[in-house]
């Protein structure tokens, strides 16, 4: 099993740009979110996912996009690139239940100029 | 407001020294807390979970405790070794069908030779 693959691991784009971060899982893991990590900060959920097809807002989702066609992906996108949103983004995902550990990827850092 | 607060936030021992650290939280209703350990560049990797009925769980070298009615888990790393120069993070989910844990901001372990 590869885990929680996540792409591109390195970006940097202008202001205005709009992008998509990948996430693919093959645990067959229902729930995935993606959150930022900023120095000095704990971790931050942007948007989450129970299952295909269902996606909701975690604490910081403006400025952020979320789909879920498939168990196995779940795409982040950028609508219009702010340098505040440069920070480093996680996707990570588990089974069913609160109790279950998340398996998080390695990240992209992602650079706003 | 639920809140996760971990001390120090910042520490350096000596090879093979024993260490503490500390996580106190104000999440309600409490689910379950859990450790995680984030190397520098990676994603988080989860070490051990603490339910509300358990006191003290063993992980190989790490040890976490958990008192419920203060509110209070430390984690405990035994013998430390170069490799556990990491950021550790408490997490702390809650009951009731939340989706959205609580990430404390980490504490940050430099193990020098």
């Known amino acids: 099993n590869a885990g929680v693959t996540q792409t591109p691991k390195f970006q940097v784009l202008k202001t205005g740009q709009s992008m998509t971060l990948q996430c693919a899982q093959d645990m067959n893991h229902e729930y995935m979110s993606w959150y930022r990590q900023d120095p000095g900060m704990g971790l931050r959920l942007i948007h989450y996912s129970v299952g295909a097809g269902i996606t909701d807002q975690g604490e910081v989702p403006n400025g952020y996009n979320v789909s879920r066609s498939t168990t196995e992906d779940f795409p982040l996108r950028l609508l219009s690139a702010a340098p505040s949103q440069t920070s480093v983004y996680f996707c990570a995902s588990r089974l069913t239940g609160v109790d279950q550990p998340q398996h998080f990827g390695d990240g992209t850092r992602l650079s706003i100029l | 407001k639920n809140q996760v607060e971990q001390s120090p936030q910042s520490l350096i021992i000596l090879e093979g020294k024993n260490c503490t650290l500390q996580c106190n939280y104000t999440v309600s209703p409490f689910s379950n807390l859990r450790w995680y350990k984030q190397d520098t560049g990676r994603g988080p990797v989860s070490l051990t979970i603490?339910?509300?009925?358990?006191n003290t769980k063993s992980n190989g070298r790490y040890t976490a405790t958990l008192d419920a009615d203060t509110k209070q888990s430390s984690l405990h790393i035994t013998a430390s070794q170069l490799s556990d120069s990491a950021s550790y993070i408490c997490?702390?989910?809650?009951?009731?069908?939340?989706?959205?844990?609580?990430f404390g901001r980490g504490t940050s372990l430099i193990v020098h030779p």
């Open positions: 997490v702390v989910s809650i009951s009731g069908g939340s989706y959205i844990p609580t």
């Open positions: 603490m339910t509300f009925s358990e």
